[in-house]
């Protein structure tokens, strides 16, 4: 695996609506991000959980999906380019001289000044499929997300699942794979009907296969797959694959940010409420992770949460600069930044 290092001012862990919104507010007093989060895209909860459904409660919105908010939010941070950092995973949180290190399992290290933590209710993080001994191959040529396409060129793939993932790697992936192979329990699909239509009509081009069943065995050693045994109407059989992507949905958990040595209370970590700082100095938490005296979880108090906290981190990131209270609406500095004046 390739290392990757980066410096800046920032580092956000997550990219839900309120990591988002902590960009702009960054941005403003010219604080650089690098956002990074476990999932493929921005928009956490809202992106992941309910794209589709509205919301009736962003200030200036009376009604608004998930995603279009999302969308929203994004665009309104483009003036910044914040870097992202998607399907990975924050494992470690180091205090140096001048900041942090921050590390990924992707193999991605940050050195910072600032640290936030808009981890929301945790890290999505993949369903295991009830395989027994699958633990053995994940890693190797079991994988629950897709990093690199080119990593399963050549490959006799295996595909497990009826969602949008499970469809939308299907598709993706057919041209790359030496053969390809979706697995779902029942020929009912809960991904959008094109994709499955589009898979129907690459099974009758004989460009993939698709098996009715379940996956109840793994067979290969040092953990790499050579087959795998599927239960369906034609009874148990033998597929040949030499890469697995189970797609089974995500659940959140804490993850890593329970073993960084902060106030925690009830898997939430403590702030105050003027800087939204945890119990370690240079680090903040906003969102859903955060804990205080009368905390609601809502998207609107996420974002009142970044604009003090985005006040803090600029002394702690530029100590001998003044902070000047401005309007977007009044302040050509403000509108220079944000590339409309
Ligand atoms: C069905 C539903 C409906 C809702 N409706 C409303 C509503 O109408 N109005 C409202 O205000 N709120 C609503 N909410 C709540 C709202 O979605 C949350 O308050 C909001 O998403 C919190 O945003 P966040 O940025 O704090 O965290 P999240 O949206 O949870 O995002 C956190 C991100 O951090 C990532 N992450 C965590 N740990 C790590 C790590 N170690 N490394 C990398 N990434 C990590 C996660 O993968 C996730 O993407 C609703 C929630 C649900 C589930």
Known sequence: M??????????????????????????????????IDILDRPGGQCA????????YDIPGWPIISGQGL???????IRPFGAEYHFGEMVTELERTDGG?????DGNTTIACKVVVIAAGGGSFQPKRPPIPGIEAYEGKSVFYSVRRMEDFRGHDLLVVGGGDSALDWTLNLQPLARK???????PDFRAAP???????????????????????????????????????????????????????GLTMKLGPVAHWGLNLHEELIAVDTERFETSEPGIY?????????????LILSGFHEAALMSQAAKRVVHPNQ??????????????????VA
């Open 48 to 55: 992941e959980l309910y794209p589709e459904k509205p919301i």
């Open 322 to 339: 003044r902070i000047v209270f401005q309007y977007t609406t009044s302040s050509t500095s403000l509108q220079k930044k944000l590339g």
């Open 194 to 248: 094109d994709s499955v239509n589009k898979m129907y009509a690459m099974q009758e081009m004989r460009q993939l296969e698709f098996e009715v069943g379940q996956v109840t065995g793994l067979i290969g050693s040092d953990g790499m797959l050579q087959a795998a045994l599927i239960k369906g109407p034609r009874g148990e059989v033998e597929v040949p694959c030499t890469r697995m992507l189970p797609f089974f």
């Open 100 to 104: 942090f290190r921050v590390r990924t």
């Open 2 to 35: 390739t290392s990757n290092f980066a410096e800046t001012d920032v580092v956000i862990v997550g990219a839900g609506p309120c990591a988002l919104f902590a960009v702009f507010e960054l941005g403003l007093l010219d604080l650089k991000c690098h956002l």
């Open 70 to 76: 999302v969308d929203k939010l994004t665009e309104q």
């Open 180 to 186: 390809l192979t979706l697995v779902h329990r029942r």
């Open 285 to 297: 938490a906003i969102g859903d992770i955060n804990r205080y005296p009368g905390k609601l979880k």
